[in-house]
Structure formats: C-alpha cells, structure tokens
C-alpha cells in the first residue's frame, strides 16, 4: 500500500483545513486507517483513525469535537478535516494504513505515508 498525504499549509488560527490521504496499491488488505502527528521538536502523536466502511472512528481528546474523519473507499481516499485551529496543532501530518483496526496504536499500522505540514499561525 502507498499512501500519499497532502493538503497541507500555512492558516489562522480558528481556520480550517482539509488533509487527504489518498491509498494505492493493495488497499483491500488495510482495513483502517489512521493520522497522526508530528509537532516540532515533540514525538509523533494519535490524531484520528476511521475503518473504511465508516463505521469505526477514534479522535484524540484534543482534537475531539474540531476535527472530523472520512473515509471514500470508491477513491481509496481519506479525509481529515480540521475545523478551529489553534497554533499547537502546528505539526507534520502523517497518514497510515493498518490491516486490523488499530485505534490510536501506532505499532499497528504497517504503511505510512510521507507527511504534510500544517503551520497554525496566531
């Protein structure tokens, strides 16, 4: 599975910005997938995760209620909206794919995309 993240860029604080993460390759043996992120000088964290059907989402508390996931599995894409920015979202995204639902454990999911920053500016 490839996975390419892109969308990212320079916004406000209290903007939005949409990040998509589009899969190729052998998709039908990931089951979810999930972002992440990387804020400087800090380790990467859990961000959301969604199953492909929908049917299963997780958010991290401090994006809960911001942000939204989707996933459209006709374009093997998936979607990370994020409403409400604030500066300390600041951080390189990454999007991954796992084969089993896998939450906010990253050890589970085995392909990784390449990143995309996003700078919240206040």
């Known amino acids: 599975v490839q996975l390419q993240a892109y969308g990212g860029g320079v916004v406000q604080a209290g903007g939005s910005l949409r990040l998509s993460c589009a899969a190729s390759?052998?998709?039908?043996?990931?089951?979810?997938m999930g972002w992440f992120r990387q804020p400087p000088g800090r380790e990467r964290e859990f961000v959301a995760a969604?199953?492909?059907?929908?049917?299963?989402?997780l958010f991290a508390d401090d994006v809960t209620g911001r942000f939204t996931v989707s996933a459209d599995s006709d374009e093997n894409t998936v979607y990370l909206q994020m409403n409400r920015l604030k500066p300390e979202d600041t951080a390189i995204y990454y999007c991954?794919?796992?084969?089993?639902?896998?939450?906010?454990?990253?050890?589970?999911?085995?392909?990784w995309g390449q990143g995309t920053l996003v700078t919240v500016s206040s």
């Open positions: 991954a794919s796992a084969i089993n639902w896998s939450g906010s454990y990253s050890p589970g999911y085995n392909h």
């Open positions: 390759g052998r998709t039908f043996r990931s089951w979810a």
């Open positions: 969604i199953s492909w059907n929908g049917r299963q989402t």
